[in-house]
């Protein structure tokens, strides 16, 4: 989109030259034109040369812009730096917040919802984001669960519902009681998760 019209004197050839300045750019069609502020009082992200998430070299020369929750998105940090994470594929839909077990499928790592309803189904983590049945799921094994609702602040510990945490502990012969961590509002867990007991 067009800017305003600047004028420059040309101090060799004393002639007035006239200038559309940009407020967009289309890449190199654009080379050599002046920026202008857009109507939000700020430079378009084209002329800025911003991304929200690194590809690799891809990405090379590129400024960092905040994501749409105004935070800089973990394909920027480098290698060993943020959050512990895993990509592992879902052996069934899971929900944002769903605390999850990883299990092995002929040897394969697959991710499903923790249970405490029988042992062998205990958290190993939690997942921020809902994942389809088969796609792969960002699993994090530690940090803030800001994919929950409804908590009481205090202890939480695994639920017989199936990807849930509670308040409180199941008691039910066969059950398994594991903590998961402590919820800081209603919204947010911090998970540090404990080894599960087995009740009789």
């Known amino acids: 989109m067009p800017g305003k019209i600047l004028m420059f004197l040309n101090r060799l050839t004393g002639r007035l030259t006239e200038y559309q300045t940009k407020d967009t750019s289309a890449g190199a069609v654009n080379a050599g034109d002046i ?36 935070r800089l998105d973990q394909s920027f940090l480098p290698t060993g730096i943020g959050a512990d994470t895993a990509s592992i594929q879902a052996s069934e839909a899971l929900a944002a917040g769903d605390y999850i077990n990883i299990w092995s499928s002929s040897g394969s790592a697959r991710v499903r919802k923790a249970d405490a309803t029988a042992a062998g189904k205990e958290a190993h983590g939690f997942v921020l984001a809902a994942v389809a049945s088969g796609a792969n799921a960002t699993v994090y094994f530690e940090g803030t669960n800001t994919g929950v609702s409804s908590q009481t602040p205090g202890p939480v510990f695994l639920a017989t519902t199936a990807g849930a945490g509670t308040s409180t502990p199941p008691t039910g012969s066969g059950n398994v009681q594991q903590v998961l961590g402590f919820a800081v509002s209603a919204t947010a867990v911090n998970f540090q998760s404990e080894p599960p007991v087995v009740l009789v």
Not at 58 to 70: E, H, I, N, Q, V
């Open 35 to 70: 920026p202008a502020l857009n109507a939000n009082g700020v430079l378009d992200a084209t002329i800025v040369n911003s991304t929200v998430a690194s590809l690799g070299a891809g990405s090379s020369g590129k400024l960092p812009a905040l994501d749409a929750s105004g």
